[in-house]
C-alpha cells in the first residue's frame, strides 16, 4: 500500500508538526499555556499583516489553547469550576466541552453555548445552514482540527464560520492564511457541526486524511508507519463510538470492487455510512485491526472466523461480536453489538393499545396454559416476553425462564440459559425446571416436538407457560404445533392465546409532519392494507417521516410493535380440535374480531406512531427477507 499522495494544504501540515502536537497534549501544563498567551500577544499586534510565512509560531499544539482572557472574566460560570474542571473542560475535544460544563451546571447545551456566545460577542445559531461547497472555502484539514464549517451566506471579503467553541486567534490567523479572507465566527450546536461534518466527510475521515500518512523524507518512514497504524486504530474506533451513539445493533464491514463500504443496522434497517472516499485503500489495514482487536487470527484469510471484543465506550463495556467471512474482494466482517444494558420494557413501552393490554394481561393472570407470541426473527418476541414477565412478577409467584441466550435480566426471577456444547436444550432444562416447583415458566422458543410436547403437558398441569413459535401470523403457530405431532385436543386445551407481532420504526418526534398523502392515495393504501375505506376520515392524525439530527436523518427513532391477538374462543376450539387448516382458523378468528397486525398498525398510525410505508412494508411478511446471517438472537426494541 501506498500513501504517495498529494499532500492537503501545504507543506507547513507535516507529518512531524503533527506529532509535535500529540506529545505536546500528552504533557499538558500551566507553563505551556502561560507561554502561548505570550505568543497570541505577540502575534496581536501583527494580526493584520500575518501569512503563511509565521510558520515557526503556528504549530499545531493548540489542542489545549488558552481560553481567551477576557472571556474568562467575562463568563462568571468559569470563575465557578475548580483548576481541575477548568483542565478537564480544556483537555477535552471542543466539541465536548459545552456538554461538559451544561452536565456541571445542570443546564442544557444549548444554554451554556448562547452564554459562552454573547459573553464572547459571538452569534450563536441553533439553526443554520452551511456552505454546500465547504472545502473551497476552507481545507478539510482545518474544518476537522477547528470543528468548523463556512456558511451558506456569505459576505464579500469575509469568511463567516460556525464552530462549537470559542475560537482562538491562532485558528483566525489559519483561515486568514488558507483563505486571504478574515473569518467572522459564530458558534452553532457541537453536535450539529459535529454531525454535519460526519456527513459531508464521512465519518473517520480526519482519522484517514492522507496528509497525515505522506512520506516527506526517507528517514521518516518508521514514524509514518506508527502514524498510519495510530490512524487506524481511531478509525476503527470512531466507527464503533458513532455506531453505538447511533443506536446501531450491528456493523457490517464490505469489500467491493471500488469500495469498502460500511453499514449499521439501526431499527431494523440498514443503513450506509458515508465514510471518506479514499477508506478502499485502507481496506487490509482496517480489517486485520478489527481481527487483531476480536482475538482473531490475521493471517487466516480463507476460512470464516469468529471472535469477540470488549469495547469500553464511556463507564461501560460494550461486548461485540465478531463474525468474518471470506468474499470475492475481501473478507467481510461483521460485528453484532450486544448492550448488556438493553432495559426490558413495560407493556405500554411496546407499543400495545389499553385494550390489547387488558386482553393480555387477563390470560397471564390464569394460573395455568400456554402464551405464544409469534413472528420472524428479530419481531422482538422476547422482548414481548420478558414485558409479560414483568408485569405478572409478584413475590408469591414462582418464574423461572430458559433463555438462549438470558437476554435481559429481570430481578428476582430464575433465569436459565441453555447450553448446547454440553447438550443442555430447551428441552432438557425444562424438565428440570419441572422440578423446581415454578408457577410460571419461559421457554425462549419452542424449536422441536419434545420441548412443545413438554411445554404443553406443563401446562395441563397448572403451570402458566410462556414461549415464542416462527411462525407469521397467530392461526400458523397452531398448525405448527400441529406439524410437530402434538395432539390437537392437547393444543386445544393448553393454548390460550397466540400473539403474532411485528416491529415498526417509530417515528421521530421531533421531526414527522402531516401527511402529504392525497385522500385517494390514503383510500388505496387502506385497501391494501384491508382495512375500512371510511377510515380515510382520519387522514389528518397520519404522519410522514422527515428526517432531522434527532434521528440521523432517517425520520424514524426506535421501534414500536403491532399485534395480532387470537384468544382460543370456542368456536376456534373445536376447530382445532378438527385439525382445521390455519386460513380457516384465522376466518373464524376475524369474524370474532381479531385484530390484524394491519389493524393495528393502522391504529399505531392514527397515533402518530408510525408510517402507512412502515405497515405496508412489515405487515405482509417483508421483515423475513431482511434477517441477517448472525441472527440468532432477537434484538431488543
Ligand atoms: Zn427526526
Known amino acids: ?362 390470560v397471564l393472570e390464569k394460573p395455568h396454559g400456554i402464551v405464544l407470541v409469534t413472528g420472524p426473527t428479530g419481531s422482538g418476541k422476547s422482548t414481548s416476553l420478558t414485558a409479560f414477565i414483568r408485569k405478572i412478577h409478584k413475590p408469591e409467584r414462582r418464574i423461572m425462564t430458559v433463555e438462549d441466550p438470558v437476554e435481559y435480566e429481570v430481578a428476582g426471577i430464575n433465569q436459565t440459559q441453555v447450553n448446547a456444547e454440553i447438550g443442555f436444550n430447551f428441552a432438557s432444562a425444562l424438565r428440570e425446571i419441572l422440578r423446581q416447583d415454578p408457577d410460571v415458566i419461559m421457554v425462549g422458543e419452542i424449536r422441536d416436538r419434545e420441548t412443545a410436547d413438554i411445554a404443553i403437558r406443563a401446562s395441563l398441569t397448572g403451570h402458566l407457560v410462556l414461549s415464542t413459535l416462527h411462525t407469521n401470523d397467530a392461526p400458523g403457530a397452531i398448525t405448527r404445533l400441529i406439524d410437530m405431532e402434538i395432539e390437537p385436543f392437547l393444543i386445544a386445551s393448553s393454548v390460550e392465546m397466540v400473539i403474532a407481532q411485528r416491529l415498526v420504526r417509530r417515528l421521530c418526534m421531533e421531526c414527522c409532519e402531516p401527511t402529504k398523502m392525497s385522500e385517494s392515495d390514503l383510500m388505496a393504501s387502506l385497501a391494501l392494507l384491508e382495512i375500512d375505506p371510511k377510515e380515510v376520515a382520519h387522514i389528518d392524525s397520519v404522519r410522514d417521516a422527515k428526517g432531522c439530527p434527532n434521528c440521523q436523518n432517517l425520520g424514524y427513532r426506535g421501534r414500536v410493535g403491532i399485534f395480532e391477538l387470537m384468544r382460543m374462543s370456542d368456536s376456534i376450539h373445536s376447530l382445532v380440535i378438527k385439525s382445521a387448516s390455519a386460513p380457516d382458523i384465522r376466518e373464524v378468528a376475524l369474524k370474532e374480531g381479531m385484530s390484524t397486525l394491519q389493524g393495528s398498525g393502522w391504529q399505531q398510525i392514527k397515533r402518530g406512531l408510525t408510517t402507512i410505508d412502515e405497515v405496508i412494508r412489515y405487515s405482509d411478511g417483508a421483515i423475513e427477507d431482511e434477517t441477517d446471517i448472525l441472527n440468532t438472537q432477537e434484538r431488543s426494541i
Open 1 to 362: 500500500m501506498s500513501f504517495l499522495r498529494p499532500k492537503f494544504i501545504t507543506s507547513t501540515f507535516s507529518s512531524k508538526k503533527r506529532k509535535r502536537k500529540n506529545s505536546e497534549s500528552n504533557s499538558f501544563n500551566i507553563k505551556g499555556l502561560t507561554s502561548e498567551l505570550d505568543e497570541k500577544k505577540d502575534n496581536l499586534s501583527k494580526e493584520e499583516s500575518t501569512s503563511v510565512d509565521n510558520d515557526e509560531k503556528i504549530t499545531w499544539a493548540d489542542d489545549h489553547e488558552i481560553f481567551e482572557k477576557d472571556l474568562v472574566s467575562n463568563f462568571g460560570k468559569w470563575k465557578e469550576l475548580s483548576d481541575l474542571d477548568r483542565l478537564n473542560v480544556l483537555g477535552s475535544p471542543k466539541e465536548d466541552r459545552a456538554r461538559i460544563l451544561a452536565a456541571k451546571f445542570s443546564n442544557t447545551v444549548d444554554e451554556i453555548m448562547t452564554e459562552l456566545g454573547s459573553k464572547a460577542e459571538l452569534d450563536y445559531f441553533d439553526d443554520f445552514e452551511l456552505s454546500e461547497n465547504p472545502t473551497k472555502i476552507i481545507p478539510l484539514r482545518l474544518i476537522h482540527s477547528f470543528s468548523c464549517l463556512p456558511l451558506k451566506e456569505q459576505t464579500e471579503g469575509r469568511v463567516q464560520l460556525i464552530t462549537v467553541w470559542p475560537p482562538t486567534n491562532r485558528m483566525s490567523r489559519w483561515i486568514y492564511a488558507v483563505s486571504g479572507h478574515k473569518p467572522v465566527w459564530s458558534l452553532g450546536s457541537p453536535e450539529k457541526i459535529i454531525r454535519a461534518i460526519t456527513e459531508n466527510f464521512g465519518i473517520g475521515a480526519d482519522s484517514l486524511d492522507d496528509s497525515d500518512l505522506d512520506f516527506e523524507d526517507d528517514d521518516d518512514g518508521q514514524d509514518d508507519l506508527e502514524d498510519q497504524n495510530a490512524a487506524i486504530i481511531r478509525f476503527v474506533n470512531e466507527v464503533v463510538q458513532k455506531a453505538i451513539v447511533d443506536r446501531a445493533t450491528d456493523i457490517h464491514f464490505e469489500p467491493h470492487k471500488e469500495t469498502l463500504q460500511i453499514r449499521y443496522r439501526i431499527d431494523g434497517q440498514l443503513v450506509p455510512v458515508r465514510v471518506p472516499d479514499n477508506l478502499r485503500s485502507f481496506q487490509d489495514a482496517i480489517i486485520s485491526r478489527i481481527k487483531i482487536m476480536a482475538g482473531i487470527n490475521i493471517s487466516e484469510k480463507r476460512r470464516p472466523q469468529g471472535g469477540r471484543i470488549t469495547f469500553t465506550h464511556g463507564q461501560s463495556d460494550l461486548d461485540i461480536r465478531v463474525s468474518t467471512l471470506p468474499t470475492l474482494y475481501g473478507e467481510s466482517i461483521s460485528l453484532r453489538l450486544l448492550n448488556e444494558k438493553s432495559q426490558p420494557l413495560s407493556m405500554a413501552e411496546l407499543g400495545l393499545s389499553s385494550t390489547s393490554e387488558s386482553k393480555i394481561g387477563s
